[in-house]
Protein backbone atom coordinates (compact mmCIF):
# COMPACT_ATOMS: atom_id res chain seq x y z
CA UNK A 1 0.00 0.00 0.00
CA UNK A 2 0.76 3.54 -0.03
CA UNK A 3 2.12 4.69 3.46
CA UNK A 4 4.75 6.51 5.62
CA UNK A 5 6.55 5.40 8.30
CA UNK A 6 9.24 7.40 10.31
CA UNK A 7 10.67 7.05 13.77
CA UNK A 8 8.79 6.91 16.59
CA UNK A 9 9.39 10.05 19.29
CA UNK A 10 9.78 11.67 21.87
CA UNK A 11 13.81 12.51 20.72
CA UNK A 12 14.99 14.95 23.20
CA UNK A 13 18.71 16.39 22.40
CA UNK A 14 20.89 19.12 23.58
CA UNK A 15 21.50 22.17 21.76
CA UNK A 16 23.46 22.66 19.02
CA UNK A 17 23.06 18.88 18.91
CA UNK A 18 22.76 16.86 15.26
CA UNK A 19 19.81 16.12 14.10
CA UNK A 20 18.37 12.73 11.96
CA UNK A 21 14.93 11.86 11.75
CA UNK A 22 14.07 8.95 9.64
CA UNK A 23 11.06 8.65 7.63
CA UNK A 24 10.72 5.97 4.79
CA UNK A 25 7.67 5.85 2.04
CA UNK A 26 6.00 3.03 0.18
CA UNK A 27 4.19 3.94 -3.10
CA UNK A 28 3.58 3.39 -6.67
CA UNK A 29 5.57 5.62 -8.62
CA UNK A 30 7.74 9.04 -7.78
CA UNK A 31 5.44 10.95 -5.05
CA UNK A 32 6.52 14.29 -4.14
CA UNK A 33 7.79 14.11 -0.56
CA UNK A 34 7.56 16.69 2.43
CA UNK A 35 8.49 17.48 6.10
CA UNK A 36 5.51 19.39 7.73
CA UNK A 37 6.62 21.27 11.17
CA UNK A 38 3.53 21.46 14.11
CA UNK A 39 4.59 24.30 16.61
CA UNK A 40 2.61 23.64 20.45
CA UNK A 41 -1.06 24.95 19.44
CA UNK A 42 -0.85 25.37 15.90
CA UNK A 43 -1.69 23.88 12.77
CA UNK A 44 0.82 21.93 10.50
CA UNK A 45 3.23 24.43 7.88
CA UNK A 46 5.47 23.01 5.42
CA UNK A 47 9.33 22.84 6.30
CA UNK A 48 10.38 21.53 3.05
CA UNK A 49 9.53 19.38 0.02
CA UNK A 50 11.85 17.55 -2.87
CA UNK A 51 9.38 16.00 -6.30
CA UNK A 52 11.94 14.10 -7.46
CA UNK A 53 14.72 11.54 -6.64
CA UNK A 54 18.11 12.72 -5.58
CA UNK A 55 16.53 16.36 -5.11
CA UNK A 56 17.58 18.24 -1.81
CA UNK A 57 14.73 20.26 -0.23
CA UNK A 58 15.81 22.53 2.53
CA UNK A 59 14.82 25.45 4.97
CA UNK A 60 15.64 26.85 8.11
CA UNK A 61 18.98 24.76 8.14
CA UNK A 62 16.89 21.64 7.58
CA UNK A 63 17.57 19.44 4.61
CA UNK A 64 16.08 16.24 3.35
CA UNK A 65 17.09 14.05 0.48
CA UNK A 66 15.01 11.65 -1.66
CA UNK A 67 16.46 8.73 -2.22
CA UNK A 68 14.77 6.71 -4.48
CA UNK A 69 17.12 3.52 -4.14
CA UNK A 70 16.03 3.22 -0.15
CA UNK A 71 12.85 4.53 -0.58
CA UNK A 72 14.37 7.23 2.39
CA UNK A 73 13.85 11.07 3.13
CA UNK A 74 15.40 11.50 6.28
CA UNK A 75 15.35 15.11 7.94
CA UNK A 76 18.33 16.60 9.18
CA UNK A 77 19.81 19.79 10.81
CA UNK A 78 23.39 20.16 11.73
CA UNK A 79 22.41 22.60 15.29
CA UNK A 80 19.97 22.35 16.91
CA UNK A 81 18.07 25.32 18.80
CA UNK A 82 15.79 25.17 21.36
CA UNK A 83 13.14 26.99 19.00
CA UNK A 84 13.36 23.73 16.88
CA UNK A 85 11.11 22.15 19.48
CA UNK A 86 8.27 21.12 18.22
CA UNK A 87 6.49 17.83 16.28
CA UNK A 88 7.53 16.44 12.36
CA UNK A 89 5.45 15.18 9.81
CA UNK A 90 6.98 12.92 7.04
CA UNK A 91 4.49 13.27 4.29
CA UNK A 92 3.75 12.03 0.60
CA UNK A 93 1.75 13.37 -2.37
CA UNK A 94 -0.68 10.14 -3.37
CA UNK A 95 -3.48 10.89 -6.27
CA UNK A 96 -4.00 14.58 -5.07
CA UNK A 97 -4.16 13.84 -1.20
CA UNK A 98 -1.52 14.51 1.18
CA UNK A 99 -0.30 11.41 3.41
CA UNK A 100 1.42 11.74 7.05
CA UNK A 101 3.52 9.86 9.19
CA UNK A 102 2.20 9.47 12.89
CA UNK A 103 5.10 12.17 13.11
CA UNK A 104 8.22 12.82 15.48
CA UNK A 105 7.82 15.03 18.74
CA UNK A 106 11.23 16.71 19.02
CA UNK A 107 12.65 18.62 22.67
CA UNK A 108 15.71 20.52 22.58
CA UNK A 109 17.37 21.23 26.25
CA UNK A 110 19.01 24.43 26.43
CA UNK B 1 -4.08 37.05 4.12
CA UNK B 2 -5.79 35.66 7.07
CA UNK B 3 -5.10 32.16 6.77
CA UNK B 4 -7.15 28.94 7.08
CA UNK B 5 -9.49 30.05 9.66
CA UNK B 6 -11.34 27.39 12.08
CA UNK B 7 -14.06 27.57 14.68
CA UNK B 8 -14.42 26.87 17.30
CA UNK B 9 -10.85 26.81 18.76
CA UNK B 10 -12.21 24.43 21.96
CA UNK B 11 -15.26 22.46 22.05
CA UNK B 12 -16.52 20.47 25.07
CA UNK B 13 -19.57 18.57 24.45
CA UNK B 14 -21.69 15.83 26.17
CA UNK B 15 -21.56 12.24 24.64
CA UNK B 16 -24.85 12.36 22.40
CA UNK B 17 -24.92 15.87 21.33
CA UNK B 18 -24.20 16.98 17.71
CA UNK B 19 -20.89 18.96 17.23
CA UNK B 20 -20.43 21.13 14.21
CA UNK B 21 -17.24 22.29 13.05
CA UNK B 22 -16.45 24.95 10.48
CA UNK B 23 -13.81 25.82 8.22
CA UNK B 24 -13.06 29.31 6.14
CA UNK B 25 -10.35 28.27 3.62
CA UNK B 26 -7.70 30.59 2.47
CA UNK B 27 -9.75 32.43 -0.34
CA UNK B 28 -8.62 31.44 -3.93
CA UNK B 29 -7.78 28.01 -2.27
CA UNK B 30 -9.86 25.71 -4.87
CA UNK B 31 -9.16 22.59 -2.51
CA UNK B 32 -10.19 21.75 1.06
CA UNK B 33 -9.09 18.78 3.41
CA UNK B 34 -10.34 18.10 6.72
CA UNK B 35 -8.06 16.11 9.20
CA UNK B 36 -8.45 14.22 12.35
CA UNK B 37 -5.44 14.00 14.87
CA UNK B 38 -5.25 11.89 17.46
CA UNK B 39 -2.40 10.24 19.87
CA UNK B 40 -2.64 6.78 18.43
CA UNK B 41 -3.66 7.33 15.06
CA UNK B 42 -1.60 10.81 14.57
CA UNK B 43 -3.23 12.67 11.43
CA UNK B 44 -5.92 10.80 9.50
CA UNK B 45 -7.46 12.23 6.69
CA UNK B 46 -11.30 12.32 6.71
CA UNK B 47 -12.65 13.95 3.60
CA UNK B 48 -11.24 16.42 1.29
CA UNK B 49 -13.10 18.69 -1.64
CA UNK B 50 -11.83 20.30 -4.75
CA UNK B 51 -13.97 23.32 -6.57
CA UNK B 52 -17.11 22.67 -3.63
CA UNK B 53 -16.99 18.78 -4.62
CA UNK B 54 -16.51 15.56 -2.48
CA UNK B 55 -13.83 13.54 -3.74
CA UNK B 56 -12.45 11.01 -1.38
CA UNK B 57 -14.47 10.48 1.81
CA UNK B 58 -12.81 7.04 2.39
CA UNK B 59 -11.38 8.37 6.13
CA UNK B 60 -14.69 9.36 7.50
CA UNK B 61 -15.01 6.65 10.37
CA UNK B 62 -18.77 6.39 10.10
CA UNK B 63 -22.39 7.51 9.27
CA UNK B 64 -21.81 10.23 12.60
CA UNK B 65 -19.87 12.06 10.26
CA UNK B 66 -20.86 14.57 7.44
CA UNK B 67 -19.00 17.24 5.81
CA UNK B 68 -20.21 20.00 3.54
CA UNK B 69 -18.70 22.56 1.49
CA UNK B 70 -21.88 24.75 0.52
CA UNK B 71 -19.44 27.60 -1.41
CA UNK B 72 -15.71 27.94 -1.86
CA UNK B 73 -15.05 30.25 1.40
CA UNK B 74 -16.83 27.85 3.96
CA UNK B 75 -16.76 24.40 4.84
CA UNK B 76 -18.75 22.07 7.86
CA UNK B 77 -17.42 19.04 9.36
CA UNK B 78 -20.45 17.86 11.52
CA UNK B 79 -20.67 14.83 14.34
CA UNK B 80 -24.16 13.50 15.22
CA UNK B 81 -24.16 11.92 17.65
CA UNK B 82 -20.97 12.77 19.11
CA UNK B 83 -19.26 9.82 21.18
CA UNK B 84 -16.12 10.10 23.50
CA UNK B 85 -13.99 8.05 21.50
CA UNK B 86 -14.35 11.40 18.55
CA UNK B 87 -12.42 13.52 20.89
CA UNK B 88 -9.37 15.06 18.38
CA UNK B 89 -8.05 17.96 17.38
CA UNK B 90 -9.69 18.33 13.92
CA UNK B 91 -7.72 20.07 11.62
CA UNK B 92 -8.60 21.65 8.06
CA UNK B 93 -6.39 22.55 5.69
CA UNK B 94 -6.33 24.22 2.30
CA UNK B 95 -4.84 24.40 -1.31
CA UNK B 96 -4.63 26.87 -4.14
CA UNK B 97 -5.15 23.90 -6.67
CA UNK B 98 -4.90 20.23 -7.63
CA UNK B 99 -1.64 20.47 -8.64
CA UNK B 100 0.07 22.02 -6.26
CA UNK B 101 0.60 19.91 -3.24
CA UNK B 102 1.65 22.03 -0.67
CA UNK B 103 -1.23 22.36 1.97
CA UNK B 104 -2.51 25.11 4.32
CA UNK B 105 -3.54 24.33 7.81
CA UNK B 106 -5.68 26.20 10.04
CA UNK B 107 -5.13 26.28 14.03
CA UNK B 108 -7.27 23.41 14.74
CA UNK B 109 -10.59 22.71 16.91
CA UNK B 110 -9.66 20.25 19.48
CA UNK B 111 -12.82 18.89 20.72
CA UNK B 112 -13.57 16.90 23.90
CA UNK B 113 -16.48 14.39 24.13
CA UNK B 114 -17.84 13.48 27.63
Known amino acids: GNSVTQMEGPVTLSEEAFLTINCTYTATGYPSLFWYVQYPGEGLQLLLK?????DKGSNKGFEATYRKETTSFHLEKGSVQVSDSAVYFC?????????FGSGTRLSIRP | DAGVIQSPRHEVTEMGQEVTLRCKPISGHNSLFWYRQTMMRGLELLIY????????DSGMPEDRFSAKMPNASFSTLKIQPSEPRDSAVYFCASRPNDGDEKLFFGSGTQLSVL
Open chain 1, 50 to 54: ATKAD
Open chain 1, 91 to 99: ARGSASKII
Open chain 2, 49 to 56: FNNNVPID
